[in-house]
Nanobody, 125 residues
Framework: QVQLVESGGGSVQAGGSLRLSCAASGYTNSRACMAWFRQTPGKSREGVAVIDGAGVTDYAPTVTGRFTVSRDNKKNRLYLQMNDLEPEDTAVYYC???????????????????WGQGAQVTVSS
């Protein structure tokens, strides 16, 4: 059974940094896409960053230049380094993983089979 567990959320002031981690247990498809999404109340889920098995990444325009996604396939972990945070980044962040090999990785939530429980990130002005 695949389980994804996020950690590293919290509260910071604008301009600060946070690093999210996602521990994947039971997930062995190191070549498949993994992604970070976020959601705020009343809004649809937004794809933030994606990464394929080779480490090729893509980002939403709203976070490009500020966020960095990475993965450690040996440790089965996904990371999201978030710098220069803005109040608009406040959301629950979810990690997601695909059980198939898809290229390129996409920002559509329906393409991902496994999801974490979410980690709250709050950025104050």
């Amino acid at each position: 059974q695949v389980q994804l567990v996020e950690s590293g959320g919290g509260s910071v002031q604008a301009g600060g940094s946070l690093r999210l981690s996602c521990a994947a247990s039971g997930y062995t498809n190191s070549r498949a896409c993994m992604a970070w999404f976020r959601q705020t109340p009343g809004k649809s889920r937004e794809g933030v960053a994606v990464i394929d098995g080779a480490g090729v990444t893509d980002y939403a325009p709203t976070v490009t230049g500020r966020f960095t996604v990475s993965r450690d396939n040996k440790k089965n972990r996904l990371y999201l380094q978030m710098n220069d945070l803005e109040p608009e980044d406040t959301a629950v962040y979810y990690c997601a993983a695909d059980r198939r090999i898809t290229e390129p990785c996409v920002f559509h939530g329906d393409s991902y089979n496994y999801w974490g429980q979410g980690a709250q990130v709050t950025v104050s002005s």
